[in-house]
């Protein structure tokens, strides 16, 4: 069945470490996106990439980092810059841009926690 | 960016009632994309509406999407508990690209 993966669905960070989020599709979706959700909140977009070696900044990417090396995976990066961290985090993808796209697939996220 | 409200930010329906949850934007929109999560899911793709004045239904959910396509509304008809969880509103940001921004959502609780 086509879709996509998250991993791991929890992850527990100390202070001062990076983590990798990682995240891969086999939908052949051409845009990833990686949100942010905090409790009782919306999804706040941390950043995305339109197609393989290429990604941009969404409203809230101080803190993190991203690569697109291949057009499956999408992996988040949540560094020691960023200072509140715990959250629940999810990776989704879509046709094309969002003009052409028929909704966003999401992956069932990862929930990281600072201990 | 673009922002979008919705309203209300939490309803509580007694099961087999009616409900309405709204999305209203300042701007114009292009479209307008509702999402459901369930408690401890992910959002999972519900409707994308178009046009000025659209109606589409889903079983027991009705979207719409007003004439001046700045707002829409999702009614869900004889709420059953299967329907607990949270709605996002999602539209297009300007950008050319158009990346899609989320509603803070309508988080929907049934009593049996």
């Known amino acids: 069945d086509g879709g996509i993966t998250q991993s791991p669905k929890y992850l527990f960070r100390k202070e001062g470490q990076n983590v990798t989020l990682s995240c891969e599709q086999n939908l052949n979706h051409d845009a990833m996106y990686w949100y942010r959700q905090d409790p009782g909140q919306g999804l706040r977009l941390i950043y995305y990439?339109?197609?393989?070696?290429?990604?941009q900044k969404g409203d809230i990417a101080e803190g993190y980092s991203v690569s697109r090396e291949k057009k499956e995976s999408f992996p988040l990066t949540v560094t020691s810059a960023q200072k509140n961290p715990t959250a629940f985090y999810l990776c989704a993808s879509s046709i094309g841009g969002a003009r052409r796209s028929y909704g966003y697939t999401f992956g069932s996220g990862t929930r990281l926690t600072v201990v | 960016g673009q922002q979008v409200m919705q309203i209300p930010q939490y309803q509580h329906v007694q099961e087999g009632e009616d409900f309405t949850t709204y999305c209203n934007s300042s701007t114009t929109l292009s479209n307008i994309q509702w999402y459901k999560q369930r408690p401890g899911g992910h959002p999972v793709f519900l409707i994308q509406?178009?046009?000025?004045?659209e109606v589409k239904k889903q079983k027991r959910l009705t979207f719409q999407f007003g004439e001046a396509k700045k707002n829409s509304s999702l009614h869900i008809t004889a709420t059953q508990t299967t329907d607990v969880g949270t709605y996002f509103c999602a539209v297009l940001t300007t950008d050319s690209w158009g990346k899609l921004q989320f509603g803070a959502g309508t988080q929907v609780v049934v009593t049996p």
């Open positions: 509406l178009v046009k000025s004045g």
């Open positions: 990439s339109q197609i393989v070696n290429d990604f």
